[in-house]
């Protein structure tokens, strides 16, 4: 079954903080997010700059600077 973590990405408009789905057949968030075919990261509820609060947020890898795993 898939494991959900909490991550924080930083990219170069704003940071996001929310769970990340691992998908089965992976074990760490770096092997799911360096998989070629993936072109965004999805993550569920989701806080951005510490003010807004939401569901989903899609992220386009190219504009990630930063991910750490909370």
């Known amino acids: 079954m898939p494991e959900g973590r909490k991550v924080r990405i930083r990219t170069v408009n704003c940071t996001y903080v929310g769970d990340f789905l691992v998908p089965p057949m992976r074990n760490r968030v770096?092997?799911?997010?360096n998989e070629e075919v993936r072109l965004?990261?999805?993550l569920t509820d989701v806080v951005i700059d510490d003010k807004e609060r939401s569901d989903f947020v899609a992220i386009n890898?190219?504009?990630?600077?930063s991910v750490v795993q909370l």
């Open 40 to 42: 965004f990261i999805s």
């Open 61 to 65: 890898k190219n504009l990630i600077e």
């Open 30 to 33: 770096s092997d799911a997010i």
